[in-house]
């Protein structure tokens, strides 16, 4: 009887050639195999259910199967393990850690508050694709998370995460629906008509000569950020940056205007007429998302925009003749996610079967929605002054679990502490830098200044370690529900109406066409659009009990079936 292999390891082998090793359950050889290019793609087509592919990078081998029509169920992303399982507090692995090679392409790392949000990820360098380097490398991974104290949840990460660059090169490869005259109707409305090259859009010119006009300076430079300030200046507004929510302080007749043209010109310079030419020339808008491109564990974006799609555009997201949308996203998926964490089951309580902010209002610990989520957002953040300052409090007396544990977390940020994810993604240490602003501070010739700017830093820290856990968990839970959807996509039956632009694999069948954070859309032949939905709730559900057990928790779904992804 013939041992069917656990993993196949994919590397090049002498002279470049494709060469596979089958692993049993244990590690242990089963066979080898050389492949060309066409016999590799076929090999994989005869096995894409059956095993867990073992490579470098799912960017380099999948995208080649997806362009010849082959989809995978299942991989283990090299690459993306490496990065997790180096800083994991979970991972006891000087070996893998001393694998300087593959630490190339991880996350953002920097340990600072922009590392929270959303940042284009640049191009991956080449990482090590020899067969013998792949082996060792997954040697090197398996036995640090079989050594780890937490190895259920490190592998379910490791599990989710390669998932997840599955799901990015499909979500690649299908595309985004994308009417071309809806984009186009609505940039003329906008902007008005297209310009010549060189040209400024007729509703940027107007809104410059009016911005112009009520600063006093004709030849005031508005896309110049110190000479904007410097005019804003010269004109009674004392702003220190241009930044919208700054400006928007100040009563003067420039500001209203001001904003107008800033927000124009950012749709053309990012999504006009030539980010249409460029990025949607057949009818699909075709992102390139980095999976853990952001070192919480969210994905970052390394062309395109997809994670900045502007809500006027979202009309442009349409459907094909036959097919339609669900688009599907996540109520107050970070707190839900801090309350299953923290086993707070009282915010669990105020969440169930209800608008959380909502729930927090019935039950007395905020007087309106807008305080309930200005309290919840400063709790997770970190806010200390204003209105969010005003309010935590009020949290901390409601939810004492989820707030002691975002509360312990920056206080370990803040003694230059790591945290760790639920399933075991820690944070970076802090950088050299911060270590000697707080050693400075606490030498025998510190200053006052030195000080104060020791405290500032330590409390900018602890706000990010603060977000972190919830963040990075939250992504995680945004993971293991694209997984499963996934699969229960793939579990349906062929369509009827294919769909040509979205591809090989996905011409006739429903699939995943957009992601971000807590939101996803697929599209589906019209026939089975009820099925999809019930996919997508079932998944989100599984999601919840993979990580979160029988934790009494919901996360319901704003759901939609639709022809276009607009947003009322």
Request: aromatic share 6%; proline share 6%.
């Amino acid at each position: 009887m013939t041992t069917a292999p656990r993993w196949r390891v994919v590397g090049r082998g002498e002279g470049g050639a494709i060469t596979v090793v089958d692993l049993d359950r244990n590690g242990d050889r089963l066979a080898v195999h050389a492949f060309d290019d066409d016999a590799f793609r076929r090999a994989v087509a005869a096995d894409a259910e059956a095993t867990r592919w073992v490579w470098h990078d799912t960017r380099w081998w999948y995208r080649m199967l997806l362009d010849a029509g082959i989809r995978i169920s299942r991989c283990h992303d090299l690459r993306l393990s490496h990065a997790i399982l180096r800083t994991s507090a979970w991972a006891d692995a000087p070996a893998l850690r001393a694998a300087r090679g593959w630490d190339a392409g991880g996350p953002l790392e920097e340990a600072g508050p922009q590392a929270l949000f959303d940042l284009d990820g640049g191009d991956v360098p080449v990482l090590p694709e020899s067969l013998d380097e792949v082996l060792a490398e997954f040697e090197r991974q398996r036995e640090a998370v079989t050594a780890s104290p937490q190895r259920a949840r490190l592998e379910l990460l490791l599990a989710a995460e390669s998932a997840g660059a599955l799901v990015a090169e499909e979500l690649h490869a299908a595309g985004v629906p994308w009417s071309r005259e809806v984009h186009a109707g609505i940039l003329d409305a906008t902007l008005g008509p297209r310009p010549l090259a060189g040209g400024v859009p007729a509703r940027i010119a107007e809104l410059g000569a009016v911005v112009r006009a009520a600063l006093g300076d004709d030849r005031a430079s508005l896309d110049s950020q110190p000479k904007l300030l410097r005019a804003l200046h010269r004109a009674g507004v004392p702003a220190t940056s241009t930044n919208r929510w700054e400006l928007a302080e100040y009563d003067h007749p420039v500001i209203a205007p001001l904003l107008e043209y800033k927000k124009l010109t950012r749709l053309a310079s990012a999504n006009g007429w030539a980010w249409l030419e460029e990025w949607a020339p057949a009818g699909r808008f075709r992102p390139v998302y980095v999976p853990g491109g952001v070192v919480t564990g969210r994905w970052a974006s390394s062309g395109g925009g997809a994670l900045q799609l502007p809500r006027q555009l979202r009309p442009a997201v349409r459907a094909d003749p036959g097919w339609t949308l669900v688009v599907a996203d996540v109520a107050q998926l970070e707190p839900r996610v801090l309350a299953a964490m923290a086993g707070d089951t009282a915010l669990a309580a105020a969440a169930r079967g209800t608008d959380l902010y909502a729930g927090m209002v019935g039950e007395g610990v905020v007087t309106s929605r807008q305080e309930a989520k200005i309290a919840m957002l400063g709790a997770m953040y970190g806010a200390t002054t204003g209105d969010s300052g005003r309010l935590v409090p009020a949290l901390r007396r409601a939810y004492p679990r989820a707030m002691g544990l975002v509360d312990e977390a920056a206080a370990v940020g803040e003694a230059g502490g790591v945290v760790t994810t639920w399933l075991g993604r820690s944070s970076p240490a802090p950088g050299s830098g911060w270590q000697r602003v707080q050693q400075e501070a606490s030498g025998a010739d510190a200053s006052a200044a030195d000080e104060t700017r020791a405290r500032r830093s330590a409390r900018d820290r602890g706000r990010f370690t603060r977000n972190f856990v919830v963040q990075g968990s939250a992504a995680e839970w945004a993971l293991a529900w694209l997984a499963d959807l996934r699969t229960r996509l793939a579990a349906l039956p062929v369509a009827d109406a294919p769909a040509p632009a979205s591809g090989p694999v996905f011409a006739a069948r429903a699939h995943l066409a957009f992601f971000l954070h807590d939101e996803i859309i697929v599209h589906a032949p019209q026939e089975q659009a009820e099925a999809v939905a019930v996919a997508v709730r079932e998944a989100a559900d599984a999601a919840t009990r993979l990580l979160f057990g029988g934790f009494p928790l919901d996360f319901p779904l704003d759901l939609q079936i639709r022809a276009d992804a607009a947003k009322g």
